[in-house]
């Protein structure tokens, strides 16, 4: 048994459960970034020349000097304490999907024993965390434990409340003492810039003589399930691995697509509207949020912000996520796959790249064939994603994610680009050298008087594919809801760099040949097509037809498991474009790969010890339990002269003897030992360990098919799916 609650008491407690209700009066422009302390609090809080300096460096990017830095950390610690704050921290972004913070008081003593604050310029741009617990790969050796972490001013600072106090907290990079990334911040800002110098280039090529910083920006829709903590404690798979390793289908699953954008229920809204008030106190533009498809399964969608500021959201936002579910009774699960058989969750990372002069770079306007500036950049995500494909795949690589990709209901493990038909039109003529008109979408006509008509859109939407037009900006649909957003935005922001170096080089050439703009312009994106125009596929991105002819036509790349997918980042076409283009050195992304191979391997060793021992512990003795009830049952009836039919004995002693058969194999895989690299100890984890995993499991399904209910001990799915 479960040790805990039994299931029923569970269901008893749950069926009881009230709303967790937090009144709350306040308006959305009284709570609005109240516990920030951004641009528009620093211009009240310092003096008009500091609130320059600072101003400037979040805009451009340029350093901020001493003096300056020691007027805002004074500004920002008396904000803080009268806040309630008696604490403060850097946080930051290490190589696992977390964020870290180390938290240090502002009190010192003076010599009678009083308690003052302090908070220094130098305080608030140096923190010094014990860096060796740190995943680091081959940087480091742990003795040389020194890391630092550095305030980045370009993302605010703000107030984590407890009901306990407040906590001024300090957005940072990760460095080690030689220098290093450590972190998952630093290559995202060196990617922005390297993005920023590409298309400056580009841009003053066209003409453009006024040419702003240019930034990307992220838009990441989040998934997730809420399952209720009573079942979700008496499950040790969902406390340690996050997701179901044992659980037979329900009978009634996503089949009637009844829960998607279905109404939300109660005890949900309550806990998203508490959600979504904190966000708004920390300056989160929460936007969207509804039911998903699968039973249990909901999103939220903040506005999208800068890709730097957005990151840094989208981490607090998944640390809130947990913690206010806590409050509410639920666990939140932001596993790629927590249940087998029904959809997964993922993150779609919206991103664009734009500045105050052109705007979005990657918006046609209405005439894109008009678009130059536009063309060129969505050229060069062409370019970027066919040169890139492995490299993309690779930073969306986790043993999580591994479930959800390639199944029929998120994107596939092939790198492609879908651009609608009104885009994929105008690429293809200027792959035969023109640029001829831009169908629009054309006006709706109902047919009904009373419904107004209106415009469509150029182009539908694909589902399919894992790196969609939106029509202002990419979807990039294969990122995993648990990951972190930095991973994708600095493959895209670095492959884009990339490109638009290449284009500019191209660009300059024809230009002095003598060519008109426009003329320029497609002879240099004719090439791009006919280099890398195999990227581009609008239609079904599920079908086999597509997966066939993606590897053998197209020349792309299928790569199903992380651990086919890691080793692209130890290519030497990839440490040319991490290096050439500044973003990572070739021992900053080798401790990458490193670091996330460690992972996959113990996220995979976790579960693989989970399942034997929830198998031995939990799920036979039930088996037993059942087949005890039913031998002496028979014994019973037989006194009677009464023959019972042994086919269920029969059967769940087949399963059980078949699943520890299973587990044996497990036990012994999990004792393999000396690889001869990491890559052949990955490959050992995806294919035999996590075979035998399924194998166990398809035993123990049978098995709680079979035994009976109230001997079962794990909450079943569908419990866990549809009791709220
Ligand atoms: P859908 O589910 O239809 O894809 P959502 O409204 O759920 O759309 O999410 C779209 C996301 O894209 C939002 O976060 C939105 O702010 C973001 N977004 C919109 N425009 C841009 C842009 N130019 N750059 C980046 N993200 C954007
Ligand atoms: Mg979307």
Redesign the pocket.
């Given at each position: 048994m479960s040790g805990n609650l039994s299931r029923e008491e569970a269901v008893h407690q749950i069926t009881n459960r009230e709303a967790t209700v937090v009144t709350k009066t306040d308006s959305l422009g009284k709570i609005w970034a109240s516990d920030v302390f951004n641009l528009a609090r620093m211009e009240w809080a310092l003096s008009k020349n500091a609130f320059k300096a600072v101003k400037k460096t979040v805009e451009t990017g340029e350093p901020l000097d001493a003096a300056t830095a020691d007027v805002v950390a004074a500004a920002m610690k008396e904000w803080a304490v009268s806040k309630g704050a008696k604490f403060y921290s850097h946080i930051f972004y290490p190589l696992t999907n977390a964020s870290a913070e180390k938290h240090d008081g502002f009190i010192v003593t003076d010599p009678q024993g009083n308690a003052i604050t302090e908070f220094s310029g130098s305080l608030l741009i140096k923190g010094e965390p014990d860096g060796s617990s740190f995943p680091n790969g081959s940087i480091r050796m742990t003795n040389a434990a020194r890391g630092y972490t550095a305030w980045d001013p370009t993302s605010p600072a703000y107030i984590m409340e407890t009901p306990n106090g407040a906590t001024l907290t300090i957005p940072s990079v990760f460095m080690s003492w030689t220098g290093e990334s450590l972190d998952k911040k630093i290559p995202l800002l060196r990617s922005n810039d390297a993005m920023n110098k590409a298309g400056q280039k580009v841009l003053s090529l066209m003409g453009e003589t006024e040419i702003a910083p240019l930034n990307s920006?992220?838009?990441?829709?989040q998934e997730y399930f809420l399952v209720d903590s009573n079942f979700a404690n008496s499950r040790p798979d969902l406390l340690l691995a996050g997701r179901t390793l044992f659980g037979a289908a329900s009978a009634k699953g996503q089949e009637f697509d009844d829960h998607y954008f279905g109404a939300i229920p109660e005890r949900v809204q309550v806990y998203m509207q508490d959600l979504e008030d904190k966000l708004y106190r920390l300056g989160i533009p929460a936007?969207?949020h509804h039911n998903e498809v699968a039973p249990g399964q909901f999103?939220i969608?903040?506005?999208?912000e800068a890709a730097n500021v957005a990151a840094d959201h989208q981490q607090m936002l998944m640390t809130l996520l947990k913690t206010t579910a806590k409050k509410h009774g639920f666990v939140c699960l932001l596993h790629e796959k927590p249940f087998a058989g029904i959809n997964g969750s993922g993150k779609?990372v919206?991103?664009?790249v734009?500045n105050s002069t052109q705007g979005?770079l990657?918006?046609p306007g209405s005439t894109p064939h008009d678009n130059l500036n536009f063309l060129l950049f969505c050229g060069a995500v062409i370019r970027g994603v066919h040169l890139h494909g492995p490299l993309l795949r690779a930073v969306i690589a986790s043993a999580s994610n591994d479930h959800r990709l390639g199944a029929n209901e998120a994107p596939p493990a092939i790198l492609s680009v879908y651009l609608g038909d009104q885009l994929e039109k105008v690429f293809e003529d200027i792959k035969d050298g023109k640029l001829s008109g831009s169908e629009a979408g054309g006006l709706t006509d109902m047919g009904l008087t009373q419904i107004l008509d209106f415009e469509r859109d150029p182009g539908d939407?694909n589902r399919t594919s894992p790196f969609a037009f939106?029509?202002?900006?990419f979807?990039f649909r294969a990122v995993g809801s648990s990951q972190s957003v930095s991973g994708p935005l600095v493959a895209m922001n670095t492959m884009l760099a990339d490109s638009l170096n290449w284009i500019a080089d191209k660009l300059e050439t024809e230009l002095s040949s003598g060519k008109d703009q426009t003329a320029a312009v497609i002879a240099v994106l004719q090439t791009l097509m006919n280099e890398h125009g195999n990227a581009v596929f609008g239609g079904d991105g599920y079908s086999s037809e597509w997966h066939e002819m993606a590897v053998k036509e197209r020349g792309l790349k299928n790569i199903p498991t992380t651990a086919d997918a890691l080793p692209a980042l130890q290519e030497d076409s990839v440490k040319k474009l991490f290096e050439s283009t500044g973003v990572l050195s070739p021992i900053e992304l080798e401790s990458r790969y490193e670091v996330y191979a460690e992972q996959y391997i113990l996220s995979i060793e976790v579960e693989a010890k989970l399942v034997i021992e929830m198998a031995k512990s939990s799920i036979y003795p039930a088996a037993l339990h059942y087949m005890t009830g039913l031998a002496d049952a028979n014994a019973s009836m037989a006194s009677m002269d009464i023959e019972l039919d042994n086919s269920v004995a029969k059967t769940v002693a087949a399963a059980s003897n078949a699943m520890m058969a299973a587990v044996a194999k497990l036990s012994t895989a999990m004792e393999k030992e000396g690889f001869a690299s990491t890559e052949e100890h990955m490959q050992h984890c995806a294919n035999d360990v996590r075979s035998l995993m399924d194998e166990v499991r398809s035993h123990a399904d049978v098995l709680e098919a079979e035994v009976a209910d109230e001997l079962w001990p794990l909450p079943k799915y569908r419990e866990m799916l549809f009791i709220k």
């Open positions: 920006s992220c838009g990441a829709e936007k969207t999103e969608a903040p506005y999208f779609h919206n991103w664009s734009g979005n990657l918006d939407r939106t029509g202002n900006r979807e």
